[in-house]
């Protein structure tokens, strides 16, 4: 996939933090506060350095953020007609095809109807797929206060708050939890999911304590949505829940719980990559459904190393070399670890002298496996076996190669997803 170009200059974020900040001060009455002059008083450069394209996005940024801090309590709101339905609708293709500019141009025009917190919604969807939480938590932080039935949006308040103020979404989330049965499902899942991440850098001790906590609130999260035969419609909740649930079991040693939480989450969210990849790596090597569940999440273009490099072992254990190489060419392409792309560079140089390759591309192979991961004996001793065997003079012989077992590329994958929660 051909990564987009990024929505702003430098500069363009540096004013981007001065209106979002500014607007804050507004929004708590704090317009004339020496905060709110300092901002106002600060050095233009940023501002000057934008293009006219820029210069315009700020300006209407500007504009939007101040249509919710200070909206006109004067103004006579529309009801819904054909034109609105027809401008909302080329919004939201203008925002399939990534054309945020125009989305939000034709969002201004339906300023007057009856939905002002259907637009903030939109605008604060724009802007997070854009590479801008800070903003998108400005919008959804009005639609979720001004229509506070629709959970969603706060769910959505929640999850932009997380990448854009964790410290300040870890207090939210806490308060969540706290009460859980006081909010929606949807809203419980987004909260103990923010809260979960904070292991990522704890201790095993403190994981396993956050983990006692958090497993009853999302077991009877998780129970509230079943009981009322909801699983479908709260799909995303139930899924963010089933992985957190499964990868607690995991981490905890219980892995047949692990397995039967992730392949519940996958009953609702079939296509769910990080559950398939989950359930895949603990089952790899006792059931060939972790092949199938491999399969599935390389089919869907997963992001992440690991189907991959599962299925390169897979192949190449198996005689596949071809599919070997290709599998582990492809991997390499994904985001994972020094560690897999080590590992994937070993099995492409395995693959590639199998199948005949010229011994530079093979030995090149080797080395970038070795580059990659120093510690990866298993490189070496393929390497060395390589270079002393009739494999080199073009002789095709298997039985040289020190091959990991199925178990041990098992354990590699589970320490490696357990750190950097990857999936």
Avoid at 110 to 133: E, F, N, Q
Wanted: aromatic share 8%.
């Amino acid at each position: 996939m051909v990564t987009p170009p990024p929505f702003g200059s430098v500069s363009f974020r540096l004013v981007v933090r001065g209106l979002v900040a500014l607007h804050r001060l507004i929004k708590e009455g704090k317009d004339d506060s020496p905060d709110a002059e300092r901002i106002r008083d600060a050095p233009d450069a940023p501002l000057k350095a934008l293009n006219a394209t820029e210069k315009n996005r700020a300006q209407w940024l500007s504009d939007d953020l101040y249509s919710i801090s200070e909206p006109d309590a004067g103004t006579k709101h529309r009801a819904m007609d054909p034109q609105f339905q027809q401008q909302l609708n080329e919004a939201l293709e203008a925002r399939q095809s990534r054309d945020w500019d125009r989305s939000l141009a034709i969002l201004r025009r339906l300023k007057d109807y009856k939905l002002p917190a259907l637009l903030s919604y939109l605008r604060g969807s724009i802007w997070l797929d854009a590479g801008y939480p800070e903003i998108a938590v400005e919008f959804y932080r009005h639609c979720a206060e001004g229509d506070p039935s629709n959970a969603n949006y706060l769910a959505l308040y929640i999850h932009a708050l997380a990448e854009s103020d964790p410290d300040m979404a870890r207090k939210l989330a806490r308060d969540v939890l706290a009460d859980d049965e006081k909010f929606d499902p949807t809203v419980v899942a987004r909260a103990a999911e923010v809260c979960f991440n904070e292991a990522r850098t704890a201790s095993d001790s403190e994981a396993i304590k956050l983990y006692a906590e958090l497993m009853p609130i999302l077991e009877r999260n998780t129970a509230r949505i079943e009981n009322n035969q909801a699983p479908v419609s709260c799909g995303p909740a139930y899924a963010i829940m089933a992985g957190l649930l499964g990868f607690c079991y995991e981490f905890l040693g219980n892995d047949e719980r692990a397995v039967h939480y992730y392949s519940r989450g996958l009953q609702i969210d079939p296509n769910n990559d990080g559950l398939l990849i989950a359930r895949g790596i603990l089952l790899y090597g006792d059931s060939v459904r972790a092949t199938a569940d491999f399969e599935q999440a390389v089919n869907l273009g997963s992001p992440i190393i690991w189907p991959y490099l599962f299925l390169a072992h897979h192949y190449l254990i198996t005689a596949r070399f071809d599919e070997c190489r290709i599998i582990c060419e492809t991997g390499l392409r994904k985001r994972g670890s020094d560690t897999a792309r080590s590992q994937l560079e070993e099995w492409r140089a395995i693959a590639q002298a199998e199948l005949g390759f010229p011994p530079d591309l093979v030995r090149a192979a080797f080395e970038a496996a070795i580059r990659f991961d120093p510690s990866n004996e298993w490189a070496k001793r393929n390497q060395a076996a390589f270079e002393t065997s009739s494999v080199a003079a073009g002789v095709r012989h298997r039985a040289m190669w020190a091959q990991r077992p199925e178990a041990a590329v098992r354990q590699l994958g589970l320490a490696e997803r357990r750190y950097s929660l990857a999936a």
